[in-house]
């Protein structure tokens, strides 16, 4: 089977994409800024723990750092809970993110895939 990534913008152009984590509106200004802090520390290696945002999470929301994990994004995020649960069975609504299929499927989970549709009230706008 032949997996592809969502998100191609350049070949289905206004198209509304269910499979990938984007905004449509753009990054915010606090986002763009941020990122252009962050352009300093680019030569340093990440810390793979994410010790500081896991602390801060833990102090905002009064909740032990450890109640927290932090990945390299919503794909890294949903293979690793695959491959450490290993489900059997599993149904995924269509259109979703592709990543949820494939990961499921690296365990051998038999996936259904449940088609929302317009006679089901299911709506795209």
Not at 44 to 50: A, G, I, V
Not at 51 to 64: H, V
Request: proline fraction near 6%; hydrophobic fraction near 40%; charged fraction near 25%.
């Amino acid at each position: 089977m032949e997996y592809a990534h969502g998100g191609d913008i350049y070949t289905y152009k206004g198209m509304l994409d269910f499979s990938v984590n984007v905004n449509p509106l753009g990054p915010s200004e606090r986002v763009v800024d941020a990122a252009k802090r962050g352009v300093e520390r680019a030569a340093e290696y990440p810390d793979s723990r994410c010790g500081r945002l896991r602390e801060a999470l833990a102090e905002k929301k009064g909740i032990p750092a450890e109640c927290f994990i932090a990945g390299n994004g919503a794909a890294d995020l949903f293979f690793s809970l695959v491959l450490a649960e290993r489900p059997r069975k599993a149904v995924i609504p269509v259109p979703a993110f592709s990543e949820y299929g494939q990961a499921l499927r690296t365990v051998d989970c038999s996936v259904r895939e449940y088609f929302l549709k317009k006679e089901n009230n299911f709506c795209m706008t």
